[in-house]
């Protein structure tokens, strides 16, 4: 290799060929050269901003995640993101112990020459964008075997199709934290080990019988005893699964080193309600409201706002009706969204789109930037309604 190395000389013959002024450059002047074995595809670079930065100097991990024909993406601790390949117009040279300018001090009264060596080079880099999760796919390996209940008169457990926490840490694109807070949302439970989701029907004979036990024993719904709900009810149904109801359904405190539950209004409506929806295809408005006021525990208001993006009100029909849509049945792609939105109405108001296209929204977006992006909006009877950009197809 000394062969090859320049001399101080060789560097001032060249500087000034190349007609620069040493006294206008730095002291220490790097000369390059190409280690033994050096190849691109040795690297990879990633950019990183500050957050994520900080988080591998604490010594935390990033896991890339997806399955083969997933698109990957990267997951720290309690965040998402996109990986993207972006190309550079310019070589980007690794080597080691390289010192920019500002590391160098120019203490040296004289030029000298530093010989370092290239250990790898790359012609592109990683960019990472934050992004929503992808959490759809949970509640549908989740719902391959929902649990129904303990196996009654001896019949064997259906044991296939059953994943532990770490299984849908692998198949999932979402970091832990969101995935845990998902699993909460779509009331998941550890059972034997395996993070399963109740069967909808079971869910509700549990809350079902929560709900009776609080009319008959005149308890007040923000006030529920545990220790006595499960006394009461563990004739019926596992312990552990009254608790996880009440848990779905409650807040759960402590006052004189006893546990109770508030039960959550909006949730135990929302629930009763689902339940008196899943089996018809459009209810009369008017009588569902009825019924589901008279399903609910006594002292519990019924409100419309309740079934905020679980159902949709149709109030142009006569009579009005109501019908199951839940936002967490949709498409996950944002267009693809939009576009099932206008084949299910073609025209919708503002106020009745939103809670569909609420999780769409990126940080720092709102849905008006999105309606503005993927609709088109008119005035129809003085009511700004939207609808789709693409002409529907008669």
Not at 29 to 42: K, M, P, Q
Not at 95 to 102: N, W
Not at 226 to 246: A, D, F, N, Q, R
Request: hydrophobic letters at 35%; proline letters at 3%.
């Amino acid at each position: 290799m000394s062969s090859n190395m320049r001399t101080l000389e060789e560097v001032q013959a060249t500087l000034e060929i190349a007609k620069l002024k040493e006294e206008d450059l730095q002291k220490t002047i790097h000369c390059l050269s190409f280690g033994e074995n050096v190849s691109s595809a040795d690297y990879c670079l990633m950019e990183l901003d500050d957050t994520l930065v900080k988080h591998i100097e604490a010594g935390q991990s990033l896991v890339i995640r997806g399955d083969k024909d997933e698109r990957a993406v990267l997951c720290s601790g309690d965040k998402t993101y996109d990986l993207k390949i972006a190309d550079t117009s310019n070589m980007l040279l690794f080597l080691p112990g390289c010192r920019t300018p500002d590391q160098l001090t120019n203490s040296q009264e004289s030029s000298h020459v530093v010989h370092t060596q290239i250990w790898g080079f790359c012609n592109s880099y990683w960019e990472l964008r934050k992004q929503r999760p992808k959490l759809k796919k949970l509640k549908k390996l989740l719902m391959e075997n929902p649990y129904e209940g303990p196996s009654l008169g001896g019949k064997e457990e259906n044991t296939e199709n059953r994943y532990t926490m770490q299984d849908l840490l692998e198949r999932i694109q979402a970091s832990e934290e969101e995935l845990k807070a998902h699993l909460e949302t779509i009331h998941a439970c550890q059972i034997d080990g395996y993070m399963r989701v109740l069967d909808f029907d079971y869910e509700m004979k549990l809350l079902g019988h929560v709900t009776q036990l609080v009319d008959s024993e005149s308890w007040s719904f923000d006030k529920v005893p545990l220790k006595t709900s499960l006394e009461e009810l563990g004739p019926l149904e596992p312990k552990e699964m009254i608790e996880h109801c009440l848990n779905c359904y409650g807040r759960r405190y402590t006052e004189n080193d006893e546990v109770f539950y508030a039960l959550h209004e909006d949730r135990v409506c929302q629930g009763v309600a689902l339940l008196l929806l899943q089996n018809a295809v459009k209810f009369n408005l008017r009588e569902f409201q009825e019924v589901w006021q008279q399903s609910v525990p006594d002292g519990m208001s019924t409100r419309l706002e309740q079934l905020k993006s679980v159902a949709l009100l149709d109030r142009t029909s006569r009579p009005e009706t109501i019908c199951l849509l839940r936002v967490e049945d949709l498409p996950e792609d944002t267009l693809e969204r939009f576009n099932h939105l206008f084949t299910l109405r073609e025209k919708w108001t503002e106020d009745d789109i939103t809670p569909y296209i609420q999780d769409l929204c990126g940080e720092k977006q709102t849905t008006g930037a999105l309606l503005t992006k993927y609709a088109r909006s008119s005035m129809q009877n003085g009511i700004k309604v939207f609808n789709s950009r693409r002409p529907v197809a008669t």
